[in-house]
């Protein structure tokens, strides 16, 4: 503003005079995030953790996989169609015709898929690098297939959305304490 504005003088005298509260943070936040830290380091020195984390991305890409591919080709077909042998030549056959909007999806399922695939490849070598993987991959998930879900299921995208974010904010904090126990060991 202007320097000159005849209510910049009073205006720094009261702030002079103000004294700053201090702030101690969100205690009960840091509180319930060090317990947190503190579960997970003794959950990840349990053997099978490493097992334990492969088996659950892999099998969420496989229910994701599934869903996508239920919604682009079994939606609207019923019981009887989709049990029916030639349901496998349909298949064939809608793998042809699919929209844009549809091969968009499964494009974008490949590659949260990709993501998943280079964790688990990454989990012997480093927690790090995996849990960054299966970061990308829920950010993948987040920002390109809840897309396609939104348009096509609003209310199951929305609680896969709301799952996605709670695995984010997870494997973030993973990768926060991962990052630290480097550090120290380094």
Do not use: C
């Not at 209510?7 to 317990?35: T, Y």
């Not at 042998?85 to 399922?109: H, I, K, N, T, Y």
């Not at 348009?151 to 199951?156: L, R, T």
């Amino acid at each position: 503003s202007d320097p000159h504005h005849p209510l910049v003088e009073p205006l720094r005298r009261i702030l002079s005079r103000v004294e700053p509260i201090p702030w101690g943070g969100p205690r009960a936040w840091g509180r319930a995030r060090g317990r947190l830290q503190d579960a997970y380091r003794q959950l990840a020195s349990t053997p099978g953790f490493d097992a334990a984390v492969i088996a659950f991305f892999v099998g969420q890409l496989i229910l994701k996989l599934a869903y996508g591919a239920m919604l682009i080709f079994v939606v609207g077909l019923g019981w009887r169609q989709v049990l029916d042998l030639r349901f496998v030549g349909w298949v064939a056959e809608r793998m042809v015709d699919l929209s844009p909007l549809e091969v968009a999806q499964l494009a974008a399922s490949g590659l949260a898929g990709w993501f998943v695939l280079m964790g688990v490849i990454r989990i012997g070598g480093s927690r790090v690098a995996a849990f960054r993987m299966f970061e990308r991959a829920i950010v993948t998930s987040i920002l390109l297939v809840q897309v396609f879900s939104f348009y096509s299921e609003q209310f199951a995208a929305l609680v896969e959305l709301v799952f996605n974010l709670t695995i984010l904010a997870l494997v973030r904090a993973a990768i926060a304490v991962e990052e630290a126990r480097e550090a120290e060991a380094g």
